[in-house]
């Protein structure tokens, strides 16, 4: 079933039934001030931090309510509805309505009782507050009486667990004023400054209109309301008129009514503000819209509109798959870019309570963006690598707060207590080693190694410095094979293998890990180090030889007493997804062993949704760090499709040169793949979700836990550096695709070190990978790599696959 299409040519996914199976969702703003807003307006606001600097109420795991609702009443009949279809919910029949997400905004177009609205919801580029703007068309025949009315329901404290909990404190706290066109709400006011959003003073709450006088307002939610009423049949809205009531104690809300008349075929538009600022500089604010809102609205939107297109425009593919092509140019990218901006911090399922980014989280969500916006990707690699502890580990969660140089780290009481994180992970630091990589390949920036950053908690080195202390941390941290030690947790925070147990994909991230500073090592002529990183190299490529390699699969791994995980004999959990991906992507596996293990990956494994990361589920045979045992079968790590592992089965494919299958795996896990059976997959069809259901389930293909994942970034990296091909390095590009045979032709545009490349690629022979000819600007190259002096202003280059 279809709720929707995308519209590829504005870049937005127009959702033309509101009744999905879940809240959709589309994301507002900057670090400075988010918003996520549904296809029904629900959702909620905050500055800076989603813990500590809520402004909108939101109730979770519920019916997607309250949000940021635009009513109509007609005056003459007191019939009323909503710009957005909920919360009033007219029947489909007689309201019709569609809901356009777009980059950073949302439009929501209705057609009512011979009035039709357009209500755009968005926050300008820039600035740390939101806009509401509702444009108001009577198509009838009639002159329209009409009231207008936005509504947003405040949180009462800026912290949301406090909000929501601590009620004998906050339901006394807040009183809302009424400021000429606009709701003030003030919290603690007898103590001005002490209300903090995320370290900084919080300021007044404000919620204000222009465009129209205000008739009335309501600064009480129950008064707004009514007593047993909901937001579906407010009485305030029921009435026409919001009382002019203001709320001392008890819960606060924003809503201002503007009475109109319209005649037939006349617009008005007007503009609901809000944020989080001191009483001037609402009033400032607010002010600004008031001589010509349209126009200044429609200057925001396209800016807004500019900036985020011109990000996506540097990579823009045109192929036979018009689902590759919408997620890789648009809805995957933007994907990359919001799991870039908020982590695992704010969405529908994240209540924001996470007080600071995940180490590995971080630093694997930077590759995403790294082939769009290189300058934004480096400034975010500083920031983790003044997150690296100088004894070469990561900390484990950094705080928003985070201040280089004078950080306690999990060997301190202190941040154990503050964080809830106890001790260190074997694969934190290994990620910056393909993340630097990248960096360095998308820039040519070779001397980014030699910029010096602080560590976390003590001292500052350069940046090929800070990746030895990596090698160093899981150098010191070996369990009994002599393979990286298991320690906290790897990626898999349910398997917990022991401190001194060991992890076969750790192993595996190690030896890409030395294989890359190797490279960088040699470069610089430090051939001593360069000859310790060979020798440990060709140790641990033994270990794994000799101990986790079982005749068709690797091992998952070992536990410190020294059971085995993941042998093919095992009742449960036999076959592991990521031993066998990454056993490829490291470069470790002879080609006999990848191409074994990546069969058993599709004969096991696979699934019509994607790649299962274990089979059979543990039910009866787990051991104790198998903590995964806790969900469902085919839930989660139990057996689930976790999301994430899907681009790097997607990549290890196409390294291979299997692009069939690399293909078949994008298809299968792809959103835009399953726009058609939505009511099967439950969650937006242009964004990751972090798992779905495996076979296992009763619900077999439903996904959960939409937007902040890392699988924006691993199946962009995958489509990327593996279908498409696109490899550079500190030299040049490497181009070899690997596509489904059925591809004749295909193009791509990229914007690379101020060069643009438009790439032609034949593929006559429907074969799935290899080079048979190349041409750049004109003339043969041998092979399929084009080194930066042959680069040009604009670079025009043949490829012919066979």
Known sequence: MKYGYFDDEKQEYVITRPDTPAPWANY???????????????????????????????????????????????????????????????????????????????????????????????????????????????????????????????????????????????????????????????????????????????????????????????????????????????????????????????????????????????????????????????????????????????????????????????????????????????????????????????????????????????????????????????????FMLSAQVDNGGGLPLVKFTHNPGHEDTPDDASYVQETGHPAYRADDALWLFPTVNKYIGESGNTAFLDEVIPYANKGEATVYEHLKMAIDFSMNHLGNHGMPAGLYADWNDCLRLGANGESTFVAFQFYLAMKILGKYAADRNDTEYVKYLEENEDKLAKILQENCWNEDRFVRGFTEDGQTIGKRTDPEANMWLNPQSWSVISGFASDEQADKALDSVYNILNTEYGVMLMDPPYHKHSFDGALMVIYNQGEKENGGIFSQPQGWIILAEALRGHGNRAFKYFMESAPSAMNDKAEIRKLEPYCHGQFTEGKASPHFGRSHVHWLTGTASTVMVGCVEGILGLRPDAKGLKIAPSIPSEWESFTIDKDFRGCHLHITFRNDGHAESGCKSMKVNGKEVDGCYVPAELLTEQTEIEYVIS
Request: aromatic content about 12%.
């Open 28 to 382: 507002l703003g900057s670090p400075a001030y988010g918003a996520i807003i549904s296809n029904n307006a629900g959702g909620y606001s905050f500055a800076k931090s989603g813990a500590n600097g809520r402004i909108l109420r939101y109730v979770f795991n519920d019916f997607d309510q309250p949000g940021r609702y635009i009513y109509l009443r007609d005056n003459d009949t007191a019939d009323y509805w909503s710009a957005s279809w909920q919360p009033v919910g007219k029947s489909l029949d007689t309201y019709k309505c569609e809901c356009h997400h777009g980059t950073a905004y949302t439009k929501m177009f209705a057609d009512y009782s011979g009035i039709h609205s357009e209500a755009d919801y968005y926050v300008p580029l820039n600035r740390a507050y939101e806009v509401w703007n509702l444009k108001v068309t009577n198509t009838s025949d009639r002159p329209r009486n009409l009231t207008v009315t936005g509504f947003a329901e405040f949180t009462n404290d800026c912290n949301y667990e406090q909000d929501q909990v601590n009620l004998q404190y906050t339901l006394f706290i807040t009183q809302t004023h009424f400021m000429g066109n606009r709701i003030r709400q003030t919290i603690n006011e007898n103590q001005p400054g002490k209300d903090k959003a995320d370290g900084s003073v919080a300021e007044d709450r404000f919620f204000g209109m222009t465009g129209a006088e205000v008739a009335s307002y309501c600064g009480d939610k129950e008064k707004f309301l009514g007593r047993y009423h909901n937001y579906g049949n407010p009485v305030g809205i029921e009435s026409g008129d919001l009382g002019n009531e203001l709320n001392y104690n008890e819960n606060s809300c924003g809503a201002l009514s503007a009475v109109i008349t319209l005649q037939p075929g006349e617009s008005k538009d007007l503009a609901f503000i809000l944020g989080m600022k001191s009483d001037e500089e609402a009033a400032e604010i607010v002010g600004s819209y008031e001589a010509d809102p349209e126009k200044k609205v429609e200057e925001e939107l396209s800016e807004l509109i500019n900036y985020w297109h011109g990000k996506l425009a540097h990579l823009h593919v045109q192929t036979p798959s018009p689902e590759f092509n919408t997620m890789i140019n648009t809805w995957n990218a933007y994907n990359c870019f919001m799991t870039f901006t908020w982590s695992r911090a704010a969405s529908f399922i994240y209540c924001g309570l996470r007080n600071g980014y995940g180490y590995r989280d971080t630093v694997q969500d930077i590759q995403g963006v790294i082939h769009l916006a290189p300058e934004m990707a480096v400034e975010q690699i500083r």
